[in-house]
């Protein structure tokens, strides 16, 4: 292991050595302003990028969510259809005077003139 030790040599004063030091440390100063710009941009980037992130994320989960109720309604819309539909035919039936007498007979018991009605039990 060795030691480095100092050396006794005086530095020249020359207008040179004194310019070639100040660009080094011109240099040296623009190396740290532009690490600390990347390092700041970096930042920046880092920060938006986690919040595009997390934007596209929750609307990710907006979307699913909002599909499954979708899916929900459209079977709810199938079935009041089909109970449109039904309600309508019963319409068209009422309008039938048959259908109506006929009616009346299974839920008023109601007969014509000399019928008459037994009434069975169903099971």
Same mark, same amino acid.
């Given at each position: 292991?060795?030691?480095?030790?100092?050396?006794?040599?005086?530095?020249?004063?020359?207008?040179?050595?004194?310019?070639?030091?100040?660009?080094?440390?011109?240099?040296?100063?623009?190396?740290?302003?532009?690490?600390?710009?990347?390092? @700041?941009?970096?930042?920046?980037?880092?920060?938006?990028?986690?919040?595009?992130?997390?934007?596209?994320?929750?609307?990710?989960?907006?979307?699913?969510? !909002? #599909?499954?109720? !979708?899916?929900?309604? &459209?079977?709810?819309?199938?079935?009041?259809?089909? #109970?449109?539909?039904?309600?309508?035919?019963?319409?068209?039936?009422?309008?039938?005077? &048959?259908?109506?007498?006929?009616?009346?007979?299974?839920?008023?018991?109601?007969?014509?003139?000399?019928?008459?009605? @037994?009434?069975?039990?169903?099971?």
């Amino acid at each position: 292991m060795s030691v480095p030790h100092k050396t006794n040599v005086t530095k020249l004063k020359s207008s040179y050595i004194s310019a070639q030091e100040e660009k080094k440390q011109k240099a040296s100063r623009r190396r740290r302003i532009a690490v600390v710009r990347f390092t @700041f941009l970096g930042i920046v980037l880092a920060l938006v990028s986690s919040a595009f992130v997390y934007t596209m994320q929750s609307q990710a989960k907006d979307i699913e969510a !909002k #599909q499954a109720s !979708k899916k929900q309604l &459209e079977q709810k819309l199938d079935k009041l259809e089909k #109970q449109q539909k039904q309600l309508k035919e019963e319409i068209k039936k009422l309008h039938d005077d &048959e259908y109506i007498a006929e009616l009346a007979r299974k839920k008023y018991y109601l007969s014509k003139d000399g019928e008459i009605i @037994f009434v069975t039990p169903e099971k």
